[in-house]
Protein backbone atom coordinates (compact mmCIF):
# COMPACT_ATOMS: atom_id res chain seq x y z
CA UNK A 1 0.00 0.00 0.00
CA UNK A 2 1.33 3.76 -0.47
CA UNK A 3 2.80 5.43 1.95
CA UNK A 4 0.25 8.65 3.26
CA UNK A 5 2.00 11.76 4.26
CA UNK A 6 -0.19 14.40 6.29
CA UNK A 7 0.32 17.80 7.33
CA UNK A 8 1.66 18.72 3.74
CA UNK A 9 1.51 22.40 3.97
CA UNK A 10 1.83 23.35 -0.37
CA UNK A 11 4.09 26.13 -0.50
CA UNK A 12 3.77 27.10 -4.06
CA UNK A 13 2.83 25.55 -7.69
CA UNK A 14 5.91 23.87 -10.04
CA UNK A 15 6.12 24.54 -13.69
CA UNK A 16 4.00 21.33 -13.50
CA UNK A 17 1.06 23.01 -11.72
CA UNK A 18 1.88 20.37 -9.28
CA UNK A 19 1.87 21.77 -5.68
CA UNK A 20 5.56 21.91 -3.77
CA UNK A 21 5.88 20.69 -0.06
CA UNK A 22 8.90 19.66 1.95
CA UNK A 23 8.56 16.69 4.28
CA UNK A 24 11.49 15.47 6.79
CA UNK A 25 13.87 17.77 4.58
CA UNK A 26 13.04 16.22 1.01
CA UNK A 27 10.88 18.20 -1.64
CA UNK A 28 7.31 16.71 -2.16
CA UNK A 29 5.81 17.48 -5.44
CA UNK A 30 1.54 17.00 -4.52
CA UNK A 31 -0.46 16.87 -7.91
CA UNK A 32 -3.70 18.06 -7.56
CA UNK A 33 -2.77 19.88 -4.42
CA UNK A 34 -2.75 24.62 -4.55
CA UNK A 35 -0.78 26.70 -2.63
CA UNK A 36 -1.65 27.51 0.81
CA UNK A 37 -3.42 24.02 1.10
CA UNK A 38 -2.55 21.75 4.30
CA UNK A 39 -2.88 18.16 2.77
CA UNK A 40 -2.77 14.18 2.77
CA UNK A 41 -0.82 12.81 0.05
CA UNK A 42 -0.34 9.43 -1.15
CA UNK A 43 3.55 8.29 -2.47
CA UNK A 44 3.60 7.33 -5.82
CA UNK A 45 7.18 7.87 -6.83
CA UNK A 46 9.99 8.25 -4.90
CA UNK A 47 13.22 9.80 -6.04
CA UNK A 48 16.90 10.55 -4.16
CA UNK A 49 15.52 14.41 -3.84
CA UNK A 50 11.73 14.30 -4.29
CA UNK A 51 8.77 12.62 -4.35
CA UNK A 52 5.71 12.27 -6.16
CA UNK A 53 2.54 12.30 -4.55
CA UNK A 54 -1.16 13.32 -5.32
CA UNK A 55 -3.39 14.71 -2.66
CA UNK A 56 -5.19 12.03 -0.79
CA UNK A 57 -7.24 14.39 0.85
CA UNK A 58 -7.27 18.30 1.78
CA UNK A 59 -7.07 19.39 5.57
CA UNK A 60 -7.29 22.74 4.60
CA UNK A 61 -9.13 24.20 1.31
CA UNK A 62 -7.48 27.52 -0.51
CA UNK A 63 -10.15 29.77 -1.58
CA UNK A 64 -8.17 29.73 -4.74
CA UNK A 65 -9.66 26.12 -5.24
CA UNK A 66 -12.47 25.57 -7.59
CA UNK A 67 -14.32 22.25 -8.90
CA UNK A 68 -13.31 21.31 -12.05
CA UNK A 69 -15.75 21.74 -15.03
CA UNK A 70 -14.58 18.90 -16.92
CA UNK A 71 -15.45 15.14 -15.40
CA UNK A 72 -12.41 13.50 -16.97
CA UNK A 73 -9.92 16.36 -15.05
CA UNK A 74 -8.74 13.97 -12.72
CA UNK A 75 -7.54 11.44 -15.28
CA UNK A 76 -7.06 13.45 -18.78
CA UNK A 77 -3.40 15.25 -18.82
CA UNK A 78 -4.93 17.52 -21.64
CA UNK A 79 -5.20 19.79 -18.24
CA UNK A 80 -3.73 20.69 -15.02
CA UNK A 81 -4.84 23.62 -13.52
CA UNK A 82 -8.98 23.44 -14.21
CA UNK A 83 -9.01 23.06 -10.28
CA UNK A 84 -7.49 26.43 -9.79
CA UNK A 85 -9.86 29.73 -9.91
CA UNK A 86 -8.65 31.23 -14.03
CA UNK A 87 -7.69 34.96 -12.63
CA UNK A 88 -5.27 32.75 -10.06
CA UNK A 89 -3.72 30.52 -12.67
CA UNK A 90 -2.78 33.88 -14.57
CA UNK A 91 -1.43 35.02 -11.40
CA UNK A 92 0.99 32.38 -10.63
CA UNK A 93 1.78 31.86 -14.30
CA UNK A 94 3.04 36.27 -14.10
CA UNK A 95 4.94 34.61 -10.46
CA UNK A 96 6.39 32.08 -12.44
CA UNK A 97 8.08 34.12 -15.27
CA UNK A 98 9.06 36.57 -12.47
CA UNK A 99 10.60 33.98 -10.00
CA UNK A 100 12.33 32.29 -13.87
CA UNK A 101 13.56 35.87 -14.85
CA UNK A 102 15.27 36.31 -11.17
CA UNK A 103 16.19 32.80 -9.96
CA UNK A 104 17.83 31.95 -13.46
CA UNK A 105 19.03 35.58 -14.72
CA UNK A 106 19.37 38.00 -11.56
CA UNK A 107 17.04 40.47 -13.58
CA UNK A 108 13.81 42.45 -12.98
CA UNK A 109 11.86 44.05 -15.42
CA UNK A 110 11.52 47.48 -15.24
CA UNK A 111 7.49 46.85 -15.18
CA UNK A 112 5.43 44.40 -15.52
CA UNK A 113 2.82 43.68 -19.01
CA UNK A 114 -1.04 43.30 -18.31
CA UNK A 115 -1.45 40.14 -18.87
CA UNK A 116 -3.24 38.86 -22.37
CA UNK A 117 -6.33 36.51 -20.84
CA UNK A 118 -9.17 35.63 -22.75
CA UNK A 119 -11.98 32.63 -22.00
CA UNK A 120 -10.96 29.75 -20.36
CA UNK A 121 -12.56 26.92 -22.03
CA UNK A 122 -13.22 26.17 -25.74
CA UNK A 123 -10.45 27.78 -26.71
CA UNK A 124 -8.35 24.96 -28.37
CA UNK A 125 -8.34 25.64 -32.08
CA UNK A 126 -5.86 22.95 -32.46
CA UNK A 127 -4.75 19.10 -31.05
CA UNK A 128 -3.15 16.03 -31.27
CA UNK A 129 -5.26 13.50 -30.73
CA UNK A 130 -3.89 9.64 -29.25
CA UNK A 131 -5.69 6.87 -30.90
CA UNK A 132 -5.49 3.05 -29.33
CA UNK A 133 -8.12 0.28 -29.52
CA UNK A 134 -8.47 -0.95 -26.28
CA UNK A 135 -11.31 -4.02 -26.32
CA UNK A 136 -11.34 -4.07 -22.21
CA UNK A 137 -12.06 -0.68 -22.03
CA UNK A 138 -14.89 -1.27 -24.95
CA UNK A 139 -13.47 -0.21 -28.18
CA UNK A 140 -11.20 2.60 -29.52
CA UNK A 141 -10.37 5.16 -27.21
CA UNK A 142 -9.64 8.85 -28.74
CA UNK A 143 -8.28 11.73 -26.65
CA UNK A 144 -5.05 12.88 -24.75
CA UNK A 145 -2.79 10.89 -23.11
CA UNK A 146 -4.01 10.20 -18.85
CA UNK A 147 -2.20 12.11 -16.72
CA UNK A 148 1.50 10.97 -16.19
CA UNK A 149 1.11 8.30 -18.49
CA UNK A 150 1.18 6.37 -22.07
CA UNK A 151 -2.32 5.66 -21.49
CA UNK A 152 -5.16 6.81 -23.39
CA UNK A 153 -7.74 9.22 -21.21
CA UNK A 154 -10.71 7.14 -21.90
CA UNK A 155 -13.07 10.50 -23.08
CA UNK A 156 -16.30 11.57 -23.99
CA UNK A 157 -15.34 15.47 -24.07
CA UNK A 158 -13.09 18.24 -23.83
CA UNK A 159 -14.14 21.90 -22.56
CA UNK A 160 -11.14 23.37 -23.88
CA UNK A 161 -11.49 22.31 -27.45
CA UNK A 162 -14.79 24.14 -28.96
CA UNK A 163 -17.78 22.62 -28.62
CA UNK A 164 -18.34 21.04 -31.90
CA UNK A 165 -14.97 19.91 -32.02
CA UNK A 166 -15.52 18.11 -28.48
CA UNK A 167 -18.57 16.69 -29.79
CA UNK A 168 -16.73 14.83 -32.40
CA UNK A 169 -14.73 12.63 -29.72
CA UNK A 170 -17.38 9.58 -29.38
CA UNK A 171 -18.29 9.63 -33.43
CA UNK A 172 -14.39 9.54 -34.33
CA UNK A 173 -14.22 6.38 -31.74
CA UNK A 174 -16.99 4.61 -33.92
CA UNK A 175 -15.44 5.76 -36.62
CA UNK A 176 -12.57 4.44 -35.98
CA UNK A 177 -14.26 1.38 -34.59
CA UNK A 178 -15.50 0.66 -37.50
CA UNK A 179 -12.29 0.71 -39.72
CA UNK A 180 -10.72 -2.62 -40.95
CA UNK A 181 -7.58 -0.39 -39.54
CA UNK A 182 -8.03 0.54 -35.92
CA UNK A 183 -5.42 -0.70 -34.93
CA UNK A 184 -2.82 0.81 -37.05
CA UNK A 185 -4.10 4.30 -36.26
CA UNK A 186 -2.67 6.18 -34.05
CA UNK A 187 -3.39 9.61 -33.94
CA UNK A 188 -5.89 12.14 -35.68
CA UNK A 189 -4.75 15.95 -35.79
CA UNK A 190 -7.27 18.29 -35.15
CA UNK A 191 -7.09 21.87 -36.76
CA UNK A 192 -10.03 24.79 -37.01
CA UNK A 193 -9.85 27.08 -38.97
CA UNK A 194 -12.12 30.48 -39.33
CA UNK A 195 -14.56 27.92 -41.71
CA UNK A 196 -13.11 24.96 -42.76
CA UNK A 197 -12.51 21.85 -39.63
CA UNK A 198 -9.32 19.64 -40.59
CA UNK A 199 -8.47 16.12 -39.08
CA UNK A 200 -5.57 14.48 -39.98
CA UNK A 201 -6.16 10.48 -39.73
CA UNK A 202 -2.23 8.76 -39.45
CA UNK A 203 -2.64 5.70 -41.09
CA UNK A 204 0.05 3.27 -40.68
CA UNK A 205 -1.73 1.12 -43.62
CA UNK A 206 -3.79 1.86 -46.71
CA UNK A 207 -7.29 2.30 -46.10
CA UNK A 208 -9.42 -0.31 -47.35
CA UNK A 209 -12.47 0.38 -50.03
CA UNK A 210 -14.93 -0.11 -47.60
CA UNK A 211 -12.89 1.78 -44.77
CA UNK A 212 -12.41 4.80 -47.64
CA UNK A 213 -16.60 5.10 -47.49
CA UNK A 214 -16.98 5.12 -44.12
CA UNK A 215 -14.41 7.80 -43.95
CA UNK A 216 -15.96 10.14 -46.94
CA UNK A 217 -19.34 9.40 -45.53
CA UNK A 218 -18.31 10.75 -42.30
CA UNK A 219 -16.47 13.93 -43.71
CA UNK A 220 -19.66 14.67 -45.20
CA UNK A 221 -21.93 14.33 -42.10
CA UNK A 222 -19.86 16.33 -40.03
CA UNK A 223 -19.17 18.71 -42.60
CA UNK A 224 -15.16 18.59 -42.31
CA UNK A 225 -12.05 17.78 -44.17
CA UNK A 226 -10.32 14.76 -43.72
CA UNK A 227 -6.24 14.80 -44.52
CA UNK A 228 -4.16 11.54 -45.01
CA UNK A 229 -0.81 11.26 -43.29
CA UNK A 230 1.44 7.70 -43.76
CA UNK A 231 4.70 8.91 -42.77
CA UNK A 232 6.09 12.70 -41.52
CA UNK A 233 4.06 15.55 -41.14
CA UNK A 234 4.94 16.41 -45.74
CA UNK A 235 3.55 13.47 -46.37
CA UNK A 236 0.05 14.80 -45.82
CA UNK A 237 -2.40 14.50 -48.32
CA UNK A 238 -6.22 15.97 -48.88
CA UNK A 239 -8.69 12.83 -48.94
CA UNK A 240 -11.67 14.65 -48.75
CA UNK A 241 -13.93 17.56 -48.40
CA UNK A 242 -17.64 18.83 -48.62
CA UNK A 243 -16.22 22.18 -49.06
CA UNK A 244 -17.49 23.29 -52.56
CA UNK A 245 -16.74 26.66 -52.44
CA UNK A 246 -13.11 26.06 -52.47
CA UNK A 247 -12.68 27.69 -48.97
CA UNK A 248 -9.37 26.15 -47.14
CA UNK A 249 -7.72 26.59 -43.55
CA UNK A 250 -6.73 30.30 -42.13
CA UNK A 251 -6.84 32.29 -39.78
CA UNK A 252 -7.10 36.11 -39.70
CA UNK A 253 -5.44 39.04 -38.03
CA UNK A 254 -8.26 41.94 -38.14
CA UNK A 255 -5.94 44.82 -37.01
CA UNK A 256 -3.91 44.43 -39.97
CA UNK A 257 -6.47 42.90 -42.51
CA UNK A 258 -4.37 39.56 -42.86
CA UNK A 259 -5.28 36.25 -43.73
CA UNK A 260 -2.92 33.44 -43.17
CA UNK A 261 -3.67 30.03 -44.65
CA UNK A 262 -2.61 27.14 -43.52
CA UNK A 263 -1.89 23.27 -43.80
CA UNK A 264 -3.53 21.17 -40.90
CA UNK A 265 0.37 19.71 -39.55
CA UNK A 266 1.85 23.76 -39.62
CA UNK A 267 2.34 25.30 -36.86
CA UNK A 268 -0.08 27.76 -35.42
CA UNK A 269 -1.11 29.09 -32.25
CA UNK A 270 -3.80 26.67 -30.76
CA UNK A 271 -5.71 30.04 -29.05
CA UNK A 272 -6.46 32.17 -32.10
CA UNK A 273 -8.43 35.33 -29.99
CA UNK A 274 -5.56 35.39 -27.83
CA UNK A 275 -2.75 35.06 -30.85
CA UNK A 276 -4.92 37.92 -32.80
CA UNK A 277 -4.09 40.32 -29.27
CA UNK A 278 -0.41 39.18 -29.07
CA UNK A 279 0.46 40.19 -32.39
CA UNK A 280 -1.34 43.12 -31.53
CA UNK A 281 0.76 44.13 -28.63
CA UNK A 282 3.82 42.45 -30.39
CA UNK A 283 4.02 45.07 -33.03
CA UNK A 284 2.87 47.99 -31.13
CA UNK A 285 5.74 46.88 -28.33
CA UNK A 286 8.10 47.06 -31.23
CA UNK A 287 7.02 50.41 -32.45
CA UNK A 288 7.94 49.94 -36.41
CA UNK A 289 8.41 53.47 -38.70
CA UNK A 290 7.68 53.62 -41.61
CA UNK A 291 10.97 53.57 -42.90
CA UNK A 292 12.73 50.88 -41.07
CA UNK A 293 13.80 47.65 -41.68
CA UNK A 294 12.51 44.31 -39.24
CA UNK A 295 14.20 40.88 -38.77
CA UNK A 296 11.61 38.48 -37.60
CA UNK A 297 12.93 35.67 -35.89
CA UNK A 298 11.88 32.10 -36.40
CA UNK A 299 8.95 33.61 -38.29
CA UNK A 300 6.85 30.43 -39.57
CA UNK A 301 4.04 30.97 -41.69
CA UNK A 302 4.75 35.00 -41.36
CA UNK A 303 2.32 35.15 -37.90
CA UNK A 304 4.32 38.40 -36.74
CA UNK A 305 6.31 39.27 -40.77
CA UNK A 306 3.05 39.97 -42.56
CA UNK A 307 1.29 42.32 -40.12
CA UNK A 308 4.78 43.95 -39.22
CA UNK A 309 5.42 44.61 -43.38
CA UNK A 310 1.79 46.87 -43.09
CA UNK A 311 3.65 49.35 -40.66
CA UNK A 312 7.41 49.18 -42.02
CA UNK A 313 9.65 49.25 -45.35
CA UNK A 314 10.36 45.60 -45.10
CA UNK A 315 10.73 42.51 -43.17
CA UNK A 316 13.14 39.99 -43.49
CA UNK A 317 11.83 36.51 -42.07
CA UNK A 318 14.20 33.82 -41.45
CA UNK A 319 13.19 30.47 -40.33
CA UNK A 320 15.03 26.62 -40.26
CA UNK A 321 11.79 25.00 -42.23
CA UNK A 322 12.31 26.08 -46.18
CA UNK A 323 8.76 24.33 -46.18
CA UNK A 324 7.50 26.99 -43.71
CA UNK A 325 9.47 29.71 -45.37
CA UNK A 326 7.98 28.99 -48.90
CA UNK A 327 4.42 29.10 -47.36
CA UNK A 328 5.09 32.44 -45.73
CA UNK A 329 6.33 33.90 -49.29
CA UNK A 330 2.91 32.37 -50.34
CA UNK A 331 1.19 33.98 -47.64
CA UNK A 332 2.96 37.62 -48.25
CA UNK A 333 2.03 37.54 -51.80
CA UNK A 334 -1.56 37.09 -51.16
CA UNK A 335 -1.56 39.63 -48.63
CA UNK A 336 0.07 42.09 -51.30
CA UNK A 337 3.14 42.13 -49.26
CA UNK A 338 5.20 40.67 -51.54
CA UNK A 339 7.15 43.75 -52.24
CA UNK A 340 7.74 44.36 -48.49
CA UNK A 341 8.89 41.07 -47.10
CA UNK A 342 11.77 38.48 -47.77
CA UNK A 343 12.20 34.86 -46.53
CA UNK A 344 15.05 32.85 -45.71
CA UNK A 345 15.50 29.57 -44.78
CA UNK A 346 18.63 29.27 -41.54
CA UNK A 347 19.46 27.32 -38.67
CA UNK A 348 19.07 29.72 -36.22
CA UNK A 349 20.08 27.45 -33.34
CA UNK A 350 23.72 27.51 -34.86
CA UNK A 351 23.86 31.22 -35.75
CA UNK A 352 27.32 33.16 -35.39
CA UNK A 353 28.56 36.42 -34.39
CA UNK A 354 29.99 37.05 -38.24
CA UNK A 355 26.35 35.34 -39.92
CA UNK A 356 24.52 37.57 -38.19
CA UNK A 357 26.69 40.63 -38.69
CA UNK A 358 26.38 39.48 -42.55
CA UNK A 359 22.54 40.28 -42.54
CA UNK A 360 22.88 43.94 -42.22
CA UNK A 361 21.93 46.92 -39.64
CA UNK A 362 17.98 46.10 -38.37
CA UNK A 363 15.97 48.24 -36.79
CA UNK A 364 14.06 46.58 -34.52
CA UNK A 365 13.73 42.71 -34.11
CA UNK A 366 10.96 40.26 -33.21
CA UNK A 367 12.04 36.99 -31.79
CA UNK A 368 9.05 34.20 -31.87
CA UNK A 369 11.45 31.05 -30.64
CA UNK A 370 9.98 27.63 -30.09
CA UNK A 371 11.35 26.12 -26.28
CA UNK A 372 14.68 25.91 -26.90
CA UNK A 373 14.72 29.55 -26.90
CA UNK A 374 17.60 31.65 -28.73
CA UNK A 375 20.26 31.47 -27.20
CA UNK A 376 22.84 31.56 -30.22
CA UNK A 377 21.10 35.13 -31.33
CA UNK A 378 21.22 35.89 -27.61
CA UNK A 379 24.63 35.43 -28.09
CA UNK A 380 25.15 37.71 -31.21
CA UNK A 381 23.37 40.49 -30.09
CA UNK A 382 25.68 40.75 -27.27
CA UNK A 383 28.77 40.87 -28.87
CA UNK A 384 30.48 44.00 -28.87
CA UNK A 385 30.67 45.94 -32.33
CA UNK A 386 27.32 43.99 -33.51
CA UNK A 387 25.54 46.19 -34.80
CA UNK A 388 22.12 46.92 -32.40
CA UNK A 389 18.54 47.41 -33.11
CA UNK A 390 16.54 50.31 -30.96
CA UNK A 391 14.03 47.26 -29.99
CA UNK A 392 13.99 44.06 -29.54
CA UNK A 393 10.89 41.96 -28.30
CA UNK A 394 11.12 38.52 -27.56
CA UNK A 395 8.14 36.61 -27.15
CA UNK A 396 8.33 32.88 -25.32
CA UNK A 397 6.80 29.72 -24.72
CA UNK A 398 9.30 29.14 -22.56
CA UNK A 399 9.97 31.02 -19.36
CA UNK A 400 13.08 29.26 -18.25
CA UNK A 401 14.72 29.24 -21.57
CA UNK A 402 14.14 32.99 -21.95
CA UNK A 403 15.24 33.68 -18.87
CA UNK A 404 18.80 32.20 -19.90
CA UNK A 405 18.56 34.25 -22.82
CA UNK A 406 17.96 37.63 -21.26
CA UNK A 407 21.08 36.70 -18.80
CA UNK A 408 23.00 36.67 -21.81
CA UNK A 409 22.15 39.85 -23.60
CA UNK A 410 21.65 41.73 -20.33
CA UNK A 411 24.24 40.76 -17.86
CA UNK A 412 26.91 39.97 -20.79
CA UNK A 413 25.67 42.36 -23.71
CA UNK A 414 24.28 45.75 -21.57
CA UNK A 415 20.41 45.16 -22.70
CA UNK A 416 18.05 46.79 -20.61
CA UNK A 417 14.74 44.45 -20.18
CA UNK A 418 12.58 47.68 -20.28
CA UNK A 419 8.97 45.14 -19.40
CA UNK A 420 7.62 41.50 -19.52
CA UNK A 421 4.40 39.96 -18.85
CA UNK A 422 2.50 36.94 -19.56
CA UNK A 423 0.00 35.22 -22.34
CA UNK A 424 -2.32 33.08 -21.33
CA UNK A 425 -2.32 31.34 -24.42
CA UNK A 426 -3.26 27.51 -22.68
CA UNK A 427 -5.71 28.49 -20.15
CA UNK A 428 -6.35 25.47 -17.41
CA UNK A 429 -2.36 23.98 -18.34
CA UNK A 430 0.54 25.04 -16.68
CA UNK A 431 1.96 26.57 -19.58
CA UNK A 432 3.69 29.98 -19.48
CA UNK A 433 3.43 31.96 -22.38
CA UNK A 434 5.34 35.26 -22.49
CA UNK A 435 6.21 38.27 -23.97
CA UNK A 436 9.65 40.46 -22.97
CA UNK A 437 11.07 44.40 -24.45
CA UNK A 438 14.49 44.90 -24.46
CA UNK A 439 16.29 48.07 -25.64
CA UNK A 440 20.54 48.36 -25.99
CA UNK A 441 21.59 50.02 -22.65
CA UNK A 442 25.47 51.34 -22.46
CA UNK A 443 28.22 49.32 -23.81
CA UNK A 444 29.44 47.04 -21.40
CA UNK A 445 33.17 48.13 -19.53
CA UNK A 446 34.65 44.59 -21.13
CA UNK A 447 33.47 45.35 -24.80
CA UNK A 448 35.06 48.83 -24.22
CA UNK A 449 38.39 48.05 -23.13
Not at 160 to 183: A, C, F, T
Not at 236 to 241: G, K, N, P, Q, R
Not at 379 to 407: E, F, H, K, M, W
Request: with cysteine; proline share 7%.
Amino acid sequence: MAELISGLQIESLDLEARGVAHHEGKVVFVRGALPGETVTGRVVRRKPRFDVAEVESIEQSSVMRVAPRCPHFSVCGGCSMQHLESRAQVAIKQRVLEDSLWHIARIRPESMLPPIVGPAFGYRYRARLSVRHVPKKGGVLVGFHERGSSYVADMSECHVMPRHISDLLVPLRELVGSLSIRDRLPQIEVAQGESVLALVLRILMPLSDADQSQVRAFAQQHGLEIWLQTSGPDTIELFCSPAADGSALDYTLPEFGVRMPFKPTDFTQVNHLINAVLVGRAVRLLDPQPDERIADLFCGLGNFSLPLATRCAQVLGIEGSKTLVARAQANSIANGLGEKTVFRAANLFELTPAAWAAEGRFDRILIDPPREGAFALAQALSQPGIARPRRVVYVSCNAATLARDAAMMVNEGGWVLRQAGVVNMFPNTSHVESIAVFEPGPVPLKAAD
